[in-house]
């Protein structure tokens, strides 16, 4: 079963805010939240990652519920360079294993 | 420049003919990561490696083998290649000090006849 849900696809409007949820309810007490995104034909791409306080970065947000069961990826104004599949992932606390979801597909709109 | 480079990027083959994806970081990089992509599943870890010498498997590591006799490579063999392991393949390498974020390769994209 995957460790993570997240929704197939979000739209946004360009330089509007954007809030991508994951839910990782059998997540356990040391293990990482993290994000990257991927653009076509590429390699993913670091977004941001947390434990347990919300994290902020030069290029979003990341927001962790108390219970540690849902997180939401926050960026602040869409662009058009944004548009890509977002993924939620899990590792272990030394950052060995990693599990990704399937990914959400952003579409944003000018 | 600070790359992970993956060799070939494309490759048709057939059944059971023994195959090498070679994957090389200059950023003397101690954690590297062999990752597989396939429609509607996000990318699976197939294995990892802490550094030299150290490796260890993943959540699909059936049917691969890897080696790391040196810190910048980590080689993928597919031994016996079968249809079920055409995929797009990603290698990932990461400083281990602070935990820090993967950098990915651009791909190989592997199809077995």
């Known amino acids: 079963d995957a460790k993570t849900t997240q929704p197939n696809s979000m739209e946004s409007n360009e330089e509007e805010p954007v809030h991508l949820p994951c839910n990782h309810s059998?997540?356990?007490?040391?293990?990482?939240i993290h994000w990257y995104r991927q653009l076509p034909s590429q390699g993913p791409e670091y977004v941001i990652h947390g434990l347990t306080s919300n994290v902020n970065n030069r290029m979003a947000s990341l927001a962790i519920a108390e219970d540690r069961k849902s997180s939401t990826l926050i960026l602040h104004r869409a662009t058009l360079r944004d548009a890509a599949v977002y993924y939620c992932i899990l590792s272990d606390y030394n950052f060995n294993k990693f599990y990704f979801g399937s990914g959400t597909k952003l579409n944003v709109k000018p | 420049e600070a790359q992970v480079t993956q060799n070939p990027r494309y490759l048709i083959t057939v059944t059971g003919k023994k195959l090498t994806v070679t994957c090389s970081q200059n950023m003397n990089h101690e954690y590297m990561s062999w990752y597989r992509q396939d429609p509607g599943l996000g990318l699976r870890q197939i294995y990892y490696?802490?550094?030299?010498?150290?490796?260890d498997k993943g959540d699909v590591p059936e049917g691969y083998k890897v080696s790391r006799k040196e810190k910048r490579n980590f080689p993928l063999i597919l031994e016996s290649p079968s249809p079920n392991q055409t995929s797009l393949y990603f290698c990932?390498?990461?400083?281990?000090?602070?935990?820090?974020?993967?950098?990915f390769g651009d791909g190989t994209r592997l199809s077995i006849l």
């Open positions: 059998t997540i356990s007490g040391t293990d990482y």
């Open positions: 990932a390498s990461s400083d281990r000090a602070g935990n820090q974020p993967q950098h």
């Open positions: 490696s802490m550094n030299v010498e150290v490796t």
